[in-house]
């Protein structure tokens, strides 16, 4: 069965550091999202992603995050100077469009210290 | 915005017997509730989901209902086994392209 792939598992990095969190979505599908889980709590959304373009975003998803579909597989969220509350479990997701089912990956633990 | 709650947070149940976690919803625009299932380390997994077209959809031994208009929706686990252990996630969606607004967690223990 396909699945969303994500790397890496997990990322230690200092605080004001840049990261860069990969995603390979499942290859049909056209629509793109990432989200955090920070431990203990609920899975907030941050952006989604749309034929090149964002489509929306949560206000936690602020100037120092950004995505980019550089290639036609991979599709990536930057955090350019890291926080230590950017400490968290992020998800990437895809659907294809056609149905309702939003596809999760294994997600990838930031540790911020 | 949409706002979804979800209780209990914990929920202790008997090998065999029957697990209910239920959620309400604040926006009358959602009309897709899917339920998720957390293992530890791993994404959460699309285990149910319902539409606003329908009140009730069962799968072997989950079950969902909705009431749209209480803006209710629950999950029913019947003879719960232990692999049934893990956290559950209701959530909440507009369009089939939408955002998905999820509950806090009912983490599920199944007692031997």
């Known amino acids: 069965e396909p699945e969303v792939t994500q790397t890496p598992s997990h990322q230690v990095t200092q605080m004001g550091q840049e990261v860069i969190l990969r995603c390979v979505p499942i290859?049909?599908?056209?629509?793109f999202y990432w989200y955090r889980q920070i431990l203990g709590q609920k899975v907030e959304f941050l952006v989604s992603?749309?034929?090149?373009?964002?489509?929306?975003k949560s206000e936690i998803f602020d100037d120092q995050f950004s995505v980019e579909r550089p290639d036609g597989s991979n599709f990536t969220l930057k955090i350019r100077s890291t926080k230590l509350e950017d400490s968290a479990m992020y998800f990437c997701?895809?659907?294809?469009?056609?149905?309702?089912?939003?596809?999760f990956g294994p997600g990838t633990r930031l540790t911020v210290t | 915005g949409e706002n979804v709650e979800q209780h209990p947070s914990t929920l202790s149940v008997q090998e065999g017997d029957s697990a209910v976690i239920k959620c309400t919803y604040s926006?009358?625009?959602?009309?897709?509730f899917p339920w998720y299932k957390q293992e530890l380390g791993k994404g959460p997994q699309l285990i149910i989901d319902?539409?606003?077209?329908?009140g009730e959809k069962k799968d072997q031994r989950i079950a969902v209902t909705l009431n749209k208009t209480a803006k209710h929706f629950s999950l029913h686990i019947t003879e719960t086994q232990p692999e049934d252990s893990a956290v559950y996630f209701c959530?909440?969606?507009?369009?089939?392209?939408?955002?998905?607004?999820f509950g806090k967690g009912t983490r599920l223990h199944i007692l031997p």
């Open positions: 997701a895809s659907i294809d469009g056609l149905s309702y089912e939003q596809y």
């Open positions: 926006d009358s625009a959602s009309n897709y």
């Open positions: 319902i539409r606003s077209n329908v």
């Open positions: 959530a909440a969606s507009i369009n089939r392209d939408d955002k998905i607004i």
């Open positions: 992603f749309y034929n090149n373009e964002i489509s929306e």
């Open positions: 290859s049909n599908h056209l629509y």
